[in-house]
């Protein structure tokens, strides 16, 4: 059985940082790819952020220059360092971990981001 758990969310001013933290695990549990999204109120959820096992990494506009991912392959784990926050990344941020044949979801964790 596959588990996916976040860790790191809270409550920052404007302007501050953040770091979440997710870290799957299973038996034999081999991952390509790590992502992630996040989900505001009222809104649907978007994609942040992604990271393959060799490096590779994407992120969405609104957080280009601010946001850094990266994971650590012998832990399964995924990170995101959230700098220079704003009030519209407020949102529950969730992980998804991708294995070749099905993707797994954490249950999220709040970050809010008060002006």
């Known amino acids: 059985q596959v588990q996916v758990v976040e860790s790191g969310g809270g409550l920052v001013q404007a302007g501050g940082s953040l770091r979440v933290s997710c870290a799957a695990s299973?038996?034999?549990?081999?991952?390509?790819?790590m992502a992630w999204y996040r989900q505001a109120p009222g809104k649907q959820r978007e994609l942040v952020a992604q990271?393959?096992?060799?490096?590779?990494?994407n992120y969405a506009d609104s957080v280009k220059g601010r946001f850094t991912i990266s994971r650590d392959n012998a832990k399964n784990t995924v990170y995101l360092q959230m700098n220079s926050l704003k009030p519209e990344d407020t949102g529950v941020y969730y992980c998804?971990?991708?294995?070749?044949?099905?993707?797994?979801w954490g249950r999220g964790t709040q970050v809010t981001v008060s002006s």
């Open positions: 998804r971990s991708t294995t070749w044949s099905n993707n797994y």
């Open positions: 299973g038996s034999g549990l081999k991952i390509t790819l």
């Open positions: 990271i393959t096992s060799d490096g590779s990494t």
